[in-house]
């Protein structure tokens, strides 16, 4: 075996300026460096692609007032004016990998291969492809000819195993958990059992432009590190991949994916974080924040209290109770994140999975603004069979939470049905989808990516474009917010006069 270190180039292709450390990454470089092996990463964050799609949207969440504006420039932070492709062979050639990482998600599938076709033109070393798109389509992300292997589910003993036998030059075809190209054929290996949360390493954000920590949170820019709680939801929302995740691992392995690190290893995770990077703002990755037990809870509660440093959470509303939402403003809450996704709650139930009542999120918002706690809630227009009706009973719901509670901020998507999700089946057997291998859309691009029989392409945009108008405005407005969904002159101007009293009103 060579003294000569492994080296490991991990790229991040995250959309432009959608800043906010990612934990996958972050995780796979802590296993390596424990083991001596080198890494680096590429990431695209402050690269604006002129012709990419993904990356023309995003001051959207700002123009339809889901997000106050913040000052970028007042952080350091700007599009960067070199071109990524020469930045990134560059750094391949001064480099040298022994192995190319990518982390995909389906909405970036496209965005990272160029990454690894521009990498094959440059080095002969395999490209490893890992994260949520190449473990629910392993064969899709493998019929692109830049990528040799893919890992299915969680990468750190498959990785760090695979590169000990590159190291060593030993045959690596049967390392589990990884999908590698043989010809024209594919090698599927079993996937590795899961390990307990704390049995992981920490993750090492250190590979990382210092800039991607600085997070918006109402209006502020916070130096943000993000806490892994959890990894995986025990719901099963058809929207999201989290329950493909775990019937594959109950599948193959017998295990249940979802899981909650211990009180003791996420504290100690806070405090190694305070002493390298002094974060202001913690996240905690959890989209089920408050589904712990009470003395999960109140170990968490007591444990925090030397802290001292403000933190988000997202939960489910039914989760939401006093007792707890005051233990945790007295900590140092600062924002949390609901999602209802839909306003009718016999849509919710039939096709979401979602079985919480609109009165039981009523209650949730009130108990918060009696606690003067501020809360985000998540929607999303544009689902299979939606009609503008079902919209309006989404936006109706809205506009309700925020009279109860005037710090209620709205954030919308615009539904898009993603590989690994069941409303993706359903979507492809009704024939609302092309059976295309992957989609760019985002959750803010323009139109639906559905053909749908109630709605044009047209009237969701509009109906997206006035649902923050739609909830913040007293009823007299009503009528010249329905002509600001129109995308006319007359329409258009409408919503720039309305967009500013909205402003005025929410900021």
């Known amino acids: 075996m060579s003294d000569r270190k492994f080296k490991v180039l991990f790229i991040y292709p995250g959309i432009f300026m959608q800043i906010g450390l990612p934990l996958g990454i972050p995780c796979l470089v802590a296993v390596l460096k424990e083991k001596g092996i080198d890494s680096r990463v590429f990431d695209t964050i402050f690269y604006q692609e002129d012709t990419d799609a993904v990356d023309q949207n995003t001051d959207l969440a700002e123009r339809l007032h889901q997000v106050k504006p913040v000052d970028y420039k007042s952080v350091g932070i700007s599009k960067k004016s070199s071109s990524m492709e020469e930045d990134f062979v560059k750094l391949l050639l001064e480099y040298k990998p022994d192995l190319i990482g990518i982390s995909l998600i389906e909405c970036i599938f496209e965005r990272g291969v160029k990454l690894t076709k521009l990498?094959?033109?440059?080095?002969?070393?395999?490209?490893?492809?890992?994260?949520?798109?190449?473990?629910v389509a392993p064969e899709i992300a493998l019929k692109e000819d830049s990528i040799d292997i893919v890992c299915?589910?969680?990468g750190e003993g498959p990785l760090l195993e695979l590169c000990e036998r590159l190291q060593e030059n030993k045959p690596y075809s049967d390392v589990k958990s990884l999908y590698i190209k043989e010809g024209d054929a594919i090698i599927k290996n079993k996937i590795t059992p899961l390990k307990p949360l704390e049995d992981l390493s920490e993750p090492d954000f250190s590979g990382f432009d210092p800039k991607i920590f600085y997070r918006p949170m109402q209006g502020n820019l916070f130096k943000t590190i993000p806490i892994e709680f959890a990894r995986g939801c025990p719901n099963q929302c058809t929207y999201?991949?989290?329950p493909s995740l775990n019937k594959l691992h109950r599948k193959e392995v017998d295990q249940r994916y979802f899981r909650v690190k211990p009180i003791k290893n996420v504290l100690k995770e806070m405090e190694k974080n305070i002493g390298l990077y002094?974060?202001?703002?913690?996240?905690?990755g959890s989209e089920t924040f408050l589904a712990i037990n009470d003395e999960v809870f109140n170990e968490f509660v007591n444990g925090y209290k030397k802290i001292k440093i403000p933190f988000w959470i997202q939960t489910r509303p039914e989760t939401i109770t006093y007792e707890r939402i005051k233990k945790l403003k007295e900590i140092g809450l600062y924002w949390l994140t609901i999602g209802i996704e839909h306003g009718n709650e016999e849509y919710r139930k039939k096709y979401l999975k979602r079985y919480t009542t609109n009165r039981q999120i009523e209650e949730a918002v009130k108990l918060l603004d009696e606690l003067g706690q501020g809360v985000s809630v998540n929607s999303i227009i544009g689902f299979p069979f939606e009609t503008r009706e079902l919209i309006y009973d989404t936006m109706e719901l809205n506009r309700k939470l925020f009279k109860i509670n005037k710090n209620v901020r709205c954030n919308l998507s615009i539904f898009v049905p993603f590989r690994g999700c069941e409303l993706h089946d359903l979507c492809l057997s009704n024939k609302l989808i092309d059976d295309a291998p992957y989609t760019n859309h985002t959750c803010l691009s323009s139109g639906s990516p559905l053909k749908s029989g109630f709605l044009t392409h047209e009237e969701i945009d509009g109906l997206f474009r006035i649902f923050n108008l739609y909830v913040h405005l007293p009823d007299e407005y009503l009528d010249r917010v329905r002509l600001?969904?129109?995308?006319?002159?007359?329409?258009?101007?409408?919503f720039q006069v309305l967009s500013k009293i909205v402003e005025e009103r929410i900021w």
């Open 484 to 494: 600001a969904e129109e995308f006319s002159p007359r329409g258009n101007n409408e």
């Open 152 to 154: 299915v589910g969680e």
């Open 240 to 242: 999201c991949a989290a």
């Open 119 to 135: 990498a094959k033109k440059v080095t002969d070393v395999p490209v490893v492809a890992g994260g949520v798109f190449p473990t």
């Open 278 to 284: 002094s974060p202001e703002f913690f996240y905690f």
